[in-house]
């Protein structure tokens, strides 16, 4: 099977392509799309991988679903493409940025691609959804998949940055060695959670504290 992905994880996940699951899944996601409207579009559900090849990946933060808006989901998590308002739960995001890294400049717009570049892997539990369907993915094998990059990171790389919001990315933290990667854990920047531990959370300084005194370039947030 021909999966789109980039190299260095190609060769990282390659055993998992050719599993029973991922062919199962395959082909759920190629007759959703053929039948309905589902995000992100198709060439861009792979598009965390290609923005932040595993050689260079320094940071996962982890997301549970892509946006099921038209024209939001763009195949990384949190994140939306130019042009696009805002979601609630990024403007948090960036409200506890600018709180934690004043000196940042303020966000030029919702697209995160600029984090990727620099190494920030933005994973989805579910790379993809159905139209104003919330979860219609999940449970199809998605997270089996997504599972495996988190462990073949904590397995394969040192002195990761895991970045884990709100209770469903939390218990991601099995999958993790903490022996040899930072876990920074807060509740989620959503509306109805950020004021339960989001905000104050400071998780652009720790992670960029953690990546100087390991010898790796800080990101500019």
């Not at 739960?89 to 400049?105: G, H, I, M, R, W």
């Not at 570049?117 to 979860?135: I, Y």
Request: charged residues 25%.
């Amino acid at each position: 099977m021909s999966i789109k992905i980039e190299e260095s994880w190609r060769k990282v996940l390659k055993d998992e392509f050719e599993k029973p699951y991922f062919q199962h899944l395959t082909a759920f996601v190629r007759g959703e799309y053929a039948t309905a409207t589902v995000y992100p579009p198709g060439g861009q559900i792979f598009h965390a991988f290609e923005a932040c090849p595993f050689d260079k990946t320094k940071i996962v933060i982890l997301g549970q679903d892509p946006y099921h808006g038209r024209g939001q989901a763009h195949g990384l998590a949190f994140s939306v493409a130019e042009g696009v308002r805002t979601p609630p739960s990024l403007q948090n995001v960036f409200k506890e940025l600018q709180a934690d890294l004043p000196e940042t400049p303020p966000a030029p717009n919702g697209n995160l691609d600029r984090w990727a570049e620099q190494g920030v892997l933005l994973l989805n539990a579910t790379l993809t959804v159905r139209a104003a369907e919330p979860a219609s993915h999940q449970k199809k094998g998605w997270e089996q998949f997504t599972d495996t990059v988190i462990q073949r990171v904590s397995e394969q790389k040192e002195y990761v940055v895991f970045i884990l919001w709100g209770a469903s990315a939390q218990k991601k933290v099995e999958l993790i060695d903490e022996k040899k990667h930072l876990v920074l854990k807060a509740a989620h920047p959503s509306p109805y959670a950020a004021d339960r531990g989001f905000f104050g959370s400071r998780p652009f300084s720790k992670t960029n504290e953690y990546l100087r005194q390991h010898g790796l370039e800080p990101i500019k947030w």
